[in-house]
């Protein structure tokens, strides 16, 4: 099946988003019960943490770490956004820069000023988001020192919808600014994976919201895949991902192919490949990946197709260079779950 498809269904449960393209599986979100990244709290100083410049903060749904403090005391008040996931038994981290983003806007506190992305080139696009933004804004107006982006999904949408938008989120942000006296207290949720991929997947796509959509777009078989180490590639060449609590371990193997351009072959595979293997897997951090046996001629080739795999990737993700020992050594940022923690 050629073209995008955003699939809204549930796994086991618990709400999900997958993103599909020509038939292939090629992002998934799938909720959970832990704080969200986007959740925004009132939360409480509770201890400083020596050397490290920061702060414990309590809230509803446990510690909180918040980064390079100054003149905050024990006892304060103030308002943090989640910024990513908390690994299990660490504190959520969380930081004062509050942003409150929707399909079309990011309304800004602190960084007054309307900005349109670059990615919409076309003039007349520009400038039919901005006078939907300022019709938006003159029934809603933004809080004091605050600022607005417009998307770069505004090239695609509705002045309409545009100004719902940005009224909303205006609105929003008002609301949760002005809410700051009492204890600890989750003021705004951050997004599901439903509001996600209609926020997050901008581009072009036919949205299939029918109960059971997962089954009719044969997603059963692909999710549960992930949940195994092996990796089936082209050629009948194999990948295992292995995560430990250190790094994250990927091996590649050309099975019964022992021709001499096997090793070749079997690395492509994997490399062209692994960046979504990692994104669907909800995998970052330290990767490291041992390639089938190639002479170092080819490392820059093996570096090239690597680094074309990335450049699709929204997530941080560089590749540091190569050990002594001949493994490739990758540098992921964490922003999601683990597949495996949510599922357990």
């Known amino acids: 099946m050629k073209g995008r498809t955003i699939a809204l269904d549930q796994w086991q449960g618990r709400e999900a988003a997958a993103l599909i393209v ?17 959740a925004i709290y009132r939360a409480v100083a509770d201890r400083p943490v020596k050397g490290q410049g920061g702060m414990f903060m309590r809230t509803p749904d446990g510690n909180a770490f918040l980064r390079q403090v100054k003149g905050l005391s024990p006892g304060q008040t103030l308002l943090v956004q989640v910024t990513g996931h908390a690994e299990p038994g660490k504190a959520i981290p969380v930081s004062t820069r509050l942003l409150f983003k929707s399909r079309y806007a990011i309304v800004t506190p602190g960084a007054p000023g309307i900005n349109v992305s670059r990615q919409i080139k076309d003039d007349d696009l520009r400038e039919a988001a901005l006078e939907a933004a300022h019709d938006a804004l003159a029934e809603v107006p933004l809080p004091e020192g605050a600022g607005l982006i417009l998307r770069s999904s505004c090239g695609l949408g509705k002045p309409e919808a545009i100004a719902e938008d940005v009224a909303a989120m205006a609105g929003l942000a008002n609301a949760v600014l002005a809410d700051t006296d009492g204890g600890p207290e989750l003021l705004v949720e951050g997004d599901g994976p439903h509001d996600l991929a209609w926020r997050d997947w901008s581009e072009p796509a036919d949205l299939d919201d029918q109960p059971g959509c997962f089954e009719h777009h044969d997603l059963l078989e692909q999710v549960e895949e992930l949940t195994g180490p092996r990796v089936a590639l082209p050629g009948g060449y194999s990948m295992l991902i292995e995560p430990t609590s250190a790094l994250v371990a990927v091996d590649i193997n050309t099975g019964g192919d022992t021709s001499g351009a096997a090793g070749l072959k079997a690395n492509l595979a994997g490399l062209r490949d692994l960046p979504r293997q990692l994104r669907l897997r909800g995998l970052g951090g330290q990767i490291i990946v041992d390639p089938a046996p190639c002479p170092k001629k080819e490392r820059r080739q093996l570096e090239q197709v690597l680094r074309a795999a ?11 260079g190569w050990t002594q020992l001949g493994l490739m050594e990758i540098q992921r940022k964490r922003d999601r779950l683990p597949l495996r923690e949510i599922l357990k």
């Open 22 to 38: 020509d038939g292939r599986l090629e992002d998934l979100l799938i909720g959970h019960d832990f704080p969200r990244p986007g």
């Open 310 to 320: 990335l450049k699709r990737e929204q997530t941080e993700t560089i590749l540091a």
